[in-house]
């Protein structure tokens, strides 16, 4: 008999089939009638058990199903009488695979912490699966934009000598006699080397820091996609990324309304996120935010609340651009116009999601570099190899990174990011 998916059905109308998957749920609808929610990854289908349909000694089968356990069942898929579109499957017989005895995640309510210490299985709920496949469907149209755009896969070590984004949030590991090993905050530098051979390139994979934070946006491990592209300058950079954002947007509307809904996602909130993005600079952001109260100084890095304020009641992300060179990363590039601020940018996502991309310029200049370097203190020897591109065919160059669960957050509308992660790593959490 033939094996078909759930995502199949409507190929097999009539015809007698089989179906490998989990029982989400079983309910009594009369003596005669039972329903029984059937998923198998593919998808969900309402199977139907009738007992003159299907004979006493079947249907006894059909009672004993319990939640979540494996099972293959043998019937006919048929459209539903009444909903266009939705397709039901009218059960012959069953065969119990794997049994599942008292299912730990109920329907009531259960806490936060219960939950993520049964992630193994929480997994398997409705919502968690929806925000699973709309994760694979953001990494896989971030990668299509980047190949159809002519950028080469680069992929950058995690084992590293130096830190990228600062030393505060470094993890360090024992490494032979190489005294320590540090994990990857962001592939960047590495990237920045990949540009002198390839042009465009991009990396995408697990990147660590040792937040101490306890916040629903940071996550110890989490994915993060690094672009780099050389004779690309701050505003081009912007543009690429803009660009990108929208293309997944519109790529996450095609292939997930159905999971959009069971997060129960505005839709036409994130439809309208495909139009121009707004461009402010660091300092008309602040202005901005003394106008309505906050105590922010032109020093200041963002907060979650000042990011949810600046973009209250815009549509679109903002692009906040040119800051001042204090709260920004070495190797950002000095603005022409003003050695105190860099060509760097944030983008800021609508509805309070926050920050999920951090890109600039790069300073690309050996002398300014160094000096910046020495300044900060930085051990020059170690970083010998990154300062080497400036002094061989420097050209200018930008790029930026996106941390997927943020952007996977967003697109979902769940307000903790732990929840666009299969397992997530934070201060408090390293288990299952
Ligand atoms: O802004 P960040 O720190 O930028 C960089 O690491 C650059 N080297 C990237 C580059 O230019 N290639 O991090 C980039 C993005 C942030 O905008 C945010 O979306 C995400 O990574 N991110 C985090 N996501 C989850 N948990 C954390 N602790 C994160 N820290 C940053
Ligand atoms: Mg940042």
Redo the contacts with the bound molecule.
Sequence with gaps: MTHITVKEIKDYLGKEVKLKGWVRNSRKASSKLRFVIFRDGSGEVQAVAFKPDMGEENFEKVKKLTLECSLEIIGIPQAHPKKEGVFEFHIKDVNIIGEAIDYPISKKEHGADFLLSHRHLWIRSRKQTALLKIRHTVYFAICEYLNDNDFFRFDSPILTPNA??GTT?LFEVPYFDEGSAFLS?????Y?ETGIMALGKVYDFGP?F?A?K?KTR????E?W?M???AAFVEHAENMKIQEELIRFVVRKVIEKNMKELEILERDVEQLKKCDAPFKIMTHFEAIEYLIGKGSKITHDDDLGAAEEAMLTEGSDVPIFIEKWPKKIK?F?MKRDPEDPNIVLGS??IAPEGFG??????QREDDYDVLLQIMKDENLPIEEYQWFLDIRKYGSVPHS?????????VAWMSGVTH?REAIPFPRTIYRLKP
Excluded at 185 to 189: D, E, I, K, M
Aim: net charge negative.
């Design positions: 990228c984004e949030t905050q962001s592939g960047q530098l990237l990147v820091r937040e934070s946006k940071h996550l110890t989490f993060m690094d672009a780099e990363a190797y944030d983008l920050e999920i991309i951090g890109g600039s790029g930026f990174g996106i941390g997927l669960e943020r952007l990011i």
